[in-house]
């Protein structure tokens, strides 16, 4: 059975939605999940968005998506895309969507001259890493992810010193 690709559309913002939430109980994180279907709608489909995302599907039925966007690299000098979601559902695992829908996104990046594909990956996703690593991908180890969100964020923005952490 294969599957198809396609762009999403303002239509698929629920869907999209119930995979994101899928996706963070997967990962342990629900609770994180605070986008409503307008959030998505928004900022996936309202204009001036630089938000990609496609659904993948297996006989006209959604099994996963993608959500990317266009990043750049000052030692490359060019674009590259940062993948921030790729899921398919636990059921349609195993039988080559995942594979495909990554390797549309690396075509596409192939296409607009990108030098680099990334995303991360929760270091105790032993499943995942196995997939990544069968494709080819290397850890980026080197690097330590650092994050602002939230109030920190707001707070930041604002000149405010930032609160001990607990």
Known sequence: ?????????RSDAA???????????????????????????RSLFDEGSNVCSLICERDGVAIGYAVYFYSYSTWLG?????????????????????????RHIAQEAVANDCGRLEWSV?????PAIGFYQSLGAEPQDEWIKYRLEGERLLGFAEGRKPQASR
């Open 15 to 41: 869907q999209i939605l119930a995979f994101i939430i899928e996706l963070a109980e997967y990962e342990r994180a629900r609770h994180e999940v605070i986008a409503s279907v307008a959030d998505i709608e």
């Open 78 to 102: 060019r674009r590259g895309i940062y993948l921030e979601d790729l899921y398919i559902t636990p059921e349609q695992r195993g039988a080559g969507a995942g594979r495909e829908l990554l």
């Open 122 to 126: 929760l270091d105790w996703n032993a």
């Open 1 to 9: 059975m294969s599957v198809s690709i396609r762009p999403a559309q």
